[in-house]
Antibody, heavy 117, light 110 residues
């Protein structure tokens, strides 16, 4: 069965770039949309954006100026970069698979990223 | 994009039924039959419970059902069980081809 696993630094300095990858195992990136979603400690879910396996992407307007997503089909991975981070970007970051318009049917376990000096 | 509106908390006794509302606009909830619901236990990733307003994924209990009227979607849980105590989030496709989440509802089983 398909599984998702996030990876990347757990601590990022303010003003630097947060970089995370998500590895898809047991399946292929092809013909799917892949999401990034985050959850600040004790708060709700926030959609960051999605990327299609071909590389086309759509981002949350509130984060669009700072977000870049990419796909590496050779490694069966997709990635998130969020630049100019502040403490407000501290959150558990989830990668996920789109099941269809308006829903996610598979989630990674999430990885906590803390922004602090 | 604005978050969808959910009550902060709901509660019910074992065996009872509860309903959680999710209010959006004609640009999201009201405009498409693409509303989903997620259950999240503490320290865990969310789990899909309902998609496309009222469809249940394989393995999700029949006690969970979804509906929509106008700009408001609802999740109903019948025969409440202790294991249903969790946070619940709605989400909707939007006209901008984005995904909008509700603020979340904490369900307490008394």
């Amino acid at each position: 069965q398909v599984q998702l696993q996030e990876s990347g630094p757990g601590l990022v300095r303010p003003s630097e770039t947060l970089s995370l990858s998500c590895t898809v195992s047991g399946g292929s990136l092809s013909s799917e949309y892949w999401h990034w979603i985050r959850q600040p400690p004790g708060k709700g879910l926030e959609w960051i954006g999605f990327i299609y396996y071909s590389g086309s992407a759509n981002y949350n307007p509130s984060l669009k100026s700072r977000v870049t997503m990419s796909v590496d089909a050779s490694r069966n991975q997709f990635s998130l970069k969020l630049n100019s981070v502040t403490a407000a970007d501290t959150a558990v970051y989830y990668c996920a698979r789109r099941g269809g318009p308006g829903y996610v049917d598979l989630w990674g376990r999430g990885t906590l990223v803390t922004v602090s000096s | 994009q604005s978050a969808l509106t959910q009550p902060a908390s709901v509660s019910g006794s074992p065996g009872q039924s509860i309903t959680i509302s999710c209010t959006g606009t004609s640009s999201d909830v009201g405009g498409y039959n693409y509303v989903s619901w997620y259950q999240q236990h503490p320290g865990k990733a969310p789990e899909l419970m309902i998609y496309e307003v009222s469809n249940r994924p394989s393995g999700v209990s029949y006690r969970f059902s979804g509906s929509k009227s106008g700009n408001t979607a609802s999740l109903t849980i019948t025969g409440l069980q202790a294991e249903d105590e969790a946070d619940y989030y709605c989400a909707s496709h939007t006209g901008a081809n984005t995904l909008s989440f509700g603020g979340g509802t904490k369900l307490t089983v008394l």
